[in-house]
């Protein structure tokens, strides 16, 4: 895939978290209690993986890294705002919306990952807070539920935004996270 006109962007470290990340998170939300050790192995390969790309937000390649594309809220409003008008400016890298949206999928993940510990550990005995108790079960199923559902949400209107970013920039951003690469920019060596 790699021609004159492309870039690489997307590692294949990223990548390969990012699809796992995927499988994980649906495999657990589809099995829920009904194939409970299934559940709990997604949810562990969920955490497993956040814990990585915290890692890998410091140590991968320079689109990777959290310095190359955290910003303030004010940008990724105004990038909205500019994505509306049709008048975005294309990034090679993730965008100001995507950096916000990555913020909110890693911390609803997070929490969807620690309040299903909790959950586990209070009506299970298990795992690694096995030794919470059951007394706040209802509150840890609730808030589990509701990080679930919320980090659902959060992918829809990622899919939707890389939808819309895909047809406005002419390129195809699920397809490059496949491969790892993007159109080069018009002045790129």
């Known amino acids: 895939?790699?021609?004159?006109?492309?870039?690489?962007?997307?590692?294949?470290?990223?990548?390969?978290?990012?699809?796992?990340?995927?499988?994980?998170?649906?495999?657990?939300?589809?099995?829920?209690?009904?194939?409970?050790?299934?559940?709990?192995?997604?949810?562990?390969?969920?955490?497993?993986?956040?814990?990585?790309?915290?890692?890998?937000?410091?140590?991968?390649?320079?689109?990777?890294?959290?310095?190359?594309?955290?910003?303030?809220?004010?940008?990724?409003?105004q990038y909205l705002k500019d994505l509306a008008k049709h008048s975005a400016k294309r990034y090679i890298g993730h965008n100001p919306a995507g950096a916000a949206m990555i913020v909110l999928l890693l911390f609803s993940l997070l929490m969807t990952s620690l309040t299903g510990f909790a959950v586990y550990g209070a009506d299970q005995a298990a795992g690694p807070l096995a030794a919470i108790g059951a007394t706040y079960e209802e509150f840890w199923e609730e808030s589990h539920e509701f990080f679930a559902n919320f980090t659902l949400l959060l992918v829809i209107?990622?899919?939707?935004?890389?939808?819309?970013?895909?047809?406005?920039?002419?390129?195809?951003l699920a397809k490059a996270m496949l491969h790892g690469f993007k159109k080069a920019p018009p002045n790129a060596d």
């Open 157 to 172: 209107v990622h899919v939707v935004g890389v939808v819309v970013e895909s047809i406005i920039h002419r390129e195809n």
């Open 1 to 77: 895939m790699n021609t004159p006109d492309t870039i690489k962007v997307w590692d294949l470290p990223l990548r390969l978290f990012h699809w796992l990340l995927v499988a994980g998170f649906f495999t657990a939300y589809i099995t829920e209690d009904e194939l409970l050790n299934v559940h709990v192995l997604a949810g562990y390969l969920v955490f497993g993986l956040l814990l990585f790309r915290v890692i890998w937000g410091f140590t991968g390649n320079g689109y990777a890294r959290f310095s190359s594309f955290l910003c303030a809220p004010t940008q990724s409003i």
